[in-house]
């Protein structure tokens, strides 16, 4: 990868971090926070396994960072209200 494109990576995935931190919350209200964390971190798992070691152009790179973007935005967001859902209260600042 280019050196003056590498330098960008890290904001294009935290950019797609945002929708992945956001849209992925309306799904666990419906469907609960531990089933969608479970299923975003199989997902962001095997987008690892699967494109980043093949992935040799820059577009195939950049696109794998906006799609780890996104389901790795999920994992951060979905983390804390699953801590949250199996502690007990006075215990939760210390989780």
């Given amino acids: 990868m280019d050196e003056n494109l590498a330098f ?3 904001s294009i995935i935290n950019t ?9 919350g309306f ?3 419906r469907a609960g ?3 969608i964390q479970i299923i975003f971190t199989f997902v962001m798992f095997i987008s690892v ?7 040799t152009n820059n577009a195939a790179i950049i696109t794998f960072g906006l799609f780890y973007g996104f389901v ?3 994992f ?10 199996i ?4 215990k939760l600042g210390a989780r």
Avoid: E, H, Q
Wanted: aromatic residues 12%; glycine residues 4%.
């Fill in 8 to 10: 960008y990576l890290i």
């Fill in 87 to 90: 502690s007990p209260v006075k």
């Fill in 27 to 29: 799904l666990a209200d």
């Fill in 76 to 85: 951060i967001s979905l983390f804390a209200v699953c801590i949250a859902m």
């Fill in 33 to 35: 926070p531990f089933n």
């Fill in 49 to 55: 396994l699967v494109y980043w070691s093949p992935s």
């Fill in 16 to 24: 797609a971090s945002i929708a992945g931190r956001i849209l992925p």
């Fill in 72 to 74: 790795s935005g999920a």
